[in-house]
């Protein structure tokens, strides 16, 4: 079944007498299912395939808690918890899009915007103005707690693409320029670890898995 057919929910439908509000919040659930079906670029370090975005969104969740002592200044830990895991629901609609691939930027900001929209109003209005607030303030990173989410949405990939070699950093056309650019957010929520990126990068091109850019 495709995301224009409908509802997941709609497929078999809901028992009768269910609450509106718990219907709704049951509806989305189902609906947020198909993350597990978003396949990203990145390789898995485990198995030889792909990670989808379910499991990119568990992995962040745990980098927050294992790493929240790195952050920049204080955080709170909930919160970027339910920045992670909210990030990238909109790409049930709106598709991932690979950080190196320039020309599915274009029209990136306007997917997901048209994604959010989409999405989060599936939910009771109170959770749909909370979850699209927190979406809103993970994409404008104006907050510790933003700033150091996004830094784990960086720097996960990056670990992954450098235990597989390469990975990702192997696609024609990326440097280890490129790549510093990139992930340079990392810096702004947790610049210890973007120091630790850093020497990984520096790393992979010393082992030729990603292009070094000429000087």
Do not use: C
Request: glycine share 6%; proline share 5%; hydrophobic share 45%.
């Amino acid at each position: 079944m495709s995301v224009e057919e409908g509802l997941l929910v709609d497929r078999i439908g809901q028992p009768t007498g269910v609450a509106a509000r718990l219907a709704s919040q049951i509806g989305f659930i189902l609906e947020v299912d198909r993350l597990k079906t978003i396949l990203r670029r990145t390789p898995l370090v485990a198995a030889d395939r792909r990670e989808n975005d379910a499991e990119h969104s568990w992995h962040l969740a745990l980098m927050v808690i294992v790493l929240a002592e790195y952050a920049v200044e204080p955080i709170d830990v909930v919160r970027a918890l339910k920045l992670v895991l909210i990030h990238d629901l909109v790409e049930i609609y709106a598709g991932d899009t690979f950080v190196y691939d320039a020309s599915a930027q274009v029209d990136q900001v306007e997917r997901e915007q048209a994604a959010a929209a989409r999405l989060f109003p599936l939910l009771p209005d109170d959770q749909a103005s909370e979850f699209r607030a927190l979406w809103d303030e993970f994409e404008l990173r104006r907050t510790p707690e933003a700033r150091f989410a996004k830094a784990m949405d960086r720097l996960q990939p990056m670990l992954l693409s450098f235990h597989n070699e390469g990975g990702t950093w192997r696609t024609p056309g990326v440097t280890d320029a490129e790549v510093r650019r990139r992930m340079s957010v990392i810096g702004d929520g947790a610049p210890e670890l973007w120091t630790y990126a850093q020497r990984l990068i520096e790393l992979a091109a010393d082992r030729g898995w990603v292009a070094t850019a000429p000087s």
